[in-house]
């Protein structure tokens, strides 16, 4: 007789967490299990011909960097790891440096924003504002258990295509406090 395959907890899903930027008129939830947002500057390389737009990572040191050797400009993008509520998933939020902003105002002195249930929406445009509210704190709404936050960063280095040999040094990091 054959030996049952024991196995004490179920393997977990393989599925990757994706990167979430809000399309005209939509709106999530989200609870943030991040500490705080990630920041890194991005360089923008436009559209040209029929090839879409699409972003660069800058990277240190600035003479190497191919955004710069490029003479394109930076822009800051922060990204906060989350779950979002009505799918039931983890993502990656991005965020403008206006919706962090916005995100400083709601909380004020509050420096943390794990645990918080924000309702993120875009009007309708390609690239309009996004309407940032606070909606509770997680502890209030269940007793559920966060996850551990996880960076951004490999999944960036992967969209990006960056090999480990070309991380920046210690201390080199695009990462913005």
Known sequence: MSELNRMEEPQKEK?????????????????????????????WQPAHGNRKGYSLPCTKPIEECEGHVRRLGTRW???IHCFE?????????????????NL???????????????????????????????????ARRSHAPLTEPLSVEPM???????SRENRPSEGGSNVQA
């Open 77 to 79: 993008r922060g990204y």
């Open 104 to 138: 400083r105002c709601l909380l004020g002195e509050a420096t943390i924003y794990r645990g918080l249930v924000f309702g993120f929406k875009r009007m309708n445009g390609k690239n309009t504002r996004i309407i940032t509210t606070l909606l509770a704190e997680w």
């Open 15 to 43: 599925g990757e967490l994706f990167i979430k930027r809000l399309d005209a008129g939509e709106q999530i939830e989200v609870v943030c299990l991040s500490v705080k947002p990630e920041g890194f500057l991005t360089h």
């Open 156 to 162: 960036l280095r992967k969209l990006w295509q960056m």
């Open 85 to 101: 509520l009505h799918k039931g998933k983890p993502l990656f939020m991005e965020i403008t440096p206006e919706t962090l902003q």
